[in-house]
């Protein structure tokens, strides 16, 4: 092979053969519960990105609170509130559909993540939502999810990234604001400087 050629992977052979065996610690880290040490990464972290799939594709999307927001009711169990945000529910409405999720655990400063898969159901009414109110106001519904896998991964992902670190003041810079991004794909209709300014406070007043 030239050092200029690029090739497909196309199967689990060649895939292998790229990247060598599993080690057996990475072999015995992944179990279908939660154990003791898998429950306090979970207690711990206060964001977690959600992963579910449907008839309309694929879905990711960050679900963030207080630290132990997730709560662990048994070694088979967890359940996660949802919490205000933009109405389109593109999670629940696949879980309706198709019940298999993933979820991936970061604890600020750790540079080990949890991932969690398994099946889940949605559940409404005052017995599921209440114990998750903060401020009197509870979430809409809970999403269950029944463990049927749990690994923690390495740091090595994070350390790379410096997750933790802030990014450099010109880099930031670069960004473009929730305003400015809406005003791109709108053709300036929605956004702009104006919703930027109003921004803040409209999140604060609907945080729960």
């Not at 030239?2 to 060649?14: F, G, L, M, Q, S």
Request: aromatic share 6%; hydrophobic share 45%; charged share 25%.
């Amino acid at each position: 092979m030239r050092a200029n050629d690029a090739w497909e992977v196309r199967t689990p052979d060649e895939l292998a053969t790229l990247v060598g065996t599993v080690a057996e610690p990475s072999r015995r880290k992944e179990v279908a519960h939660l154990p003791p040490s898998y429950r306090a990464m979970i207690r711990a972290s206060p964001f977690c990105v959600l992963a579910t799939a449907g008839p309309e594709g694929l879905d990711a999307s960050p679900r963030g609170d207080a630290p132990g927001f997730v709560t662990v009711p048994d070694a088979h169990t967890l359940l996660l509130p949802e919490r205000r945000g933009n109405h389109r529910v593109d999670s629940l409405r696949n879980v309706l559909r198709d019940p298999r999720v993933a979820l991936l655990f970061l604890v600020p400063g750790r540079g080990e993540t949890l991932r969690v898969n398994g099946r889940a159901r949605v559940l409404a009414g005052a017995a599921a939502v209440e114990p998750f109110a903060v401020d009197g106001r509870a979430p809409v519904c809970v999403l269950e999810v029944r463990v049927e896998a749990a690994y923690f991964q390495c740091a090595r992902a994070v350390l790379r990234s410096r997750l933790w670190e802030p990014l450099p003041a010109g880099l930031l810079a670069t960004v473009p604001t929730a305003g400015a991004m809406l005003a791109e794909l709108t053709g300036g209709a929605v956004g702009g400087a104006a919703y930027d300014a109003e921004l803040p406070a409209r999140q604060r007043a609907t945080l729960y």
